[in-house]
């Protein structure tokens, strides 16, 4: 069974910086595309930054230029490096996985509180 284990949230100040860690067991990491998503009350799921195998990264338009994906498969663990975070940043944070065996089914982390605020 694939788990995921996501880490690194907290309370920041506005323009600081949180790195986000999500490790995962099982034998599927080296071979699936990993991604961050947060959720806000009454809002969607939204992609926040993901990263295939072959290193492709894709970052929500709210992000770019702000957060960093990355993903070392000696670790079976995906990062995300958020810099210069603003109040809208606030959101849980979600880590996935996509099953590379199964067509549309995706793993999800329990998720971490990030808070900005001042």
């Known amino acids: 069974q694939v788990q995921l284990v996501e880490s690194g949230g907290g309370l920041v100040q506005p323009g600081g910086s949180l790195r986000l860690s999500c490790a995962a067991s099982g034998s599927i990491f080296s071979r699936s595309v990993m991604g961050w998503y947060r959720q806000t009350p009454g809002k969607q799921r939204d992609l926040v930054a993901s990263?295939?195998?072959?290193?492709?990264?894709k970052y929500g338009d709210a992000v770019k230029g702000r957060f960093t994906i990355s993903r070392d498969n000696t670790k079976n663990t995906v990062y995300l490096q958020m810099n210069s975070l603003k109040p809208e940043d606030t959101a849980v944070y979600y880590c996935?996985?996509?099953?590379?065996?199964?067509?549309?089914?995706?793993?999800w982390g329990q998720g971490t509180q990030v808070t900005v605020s001042s």
């Open positions: 996935n996985a996509e099953d590379p065996t199964t067509t549309g089914f995706d793993y």
């Open positions: 990263v295939t195998t072959g290193g492709s990264i």
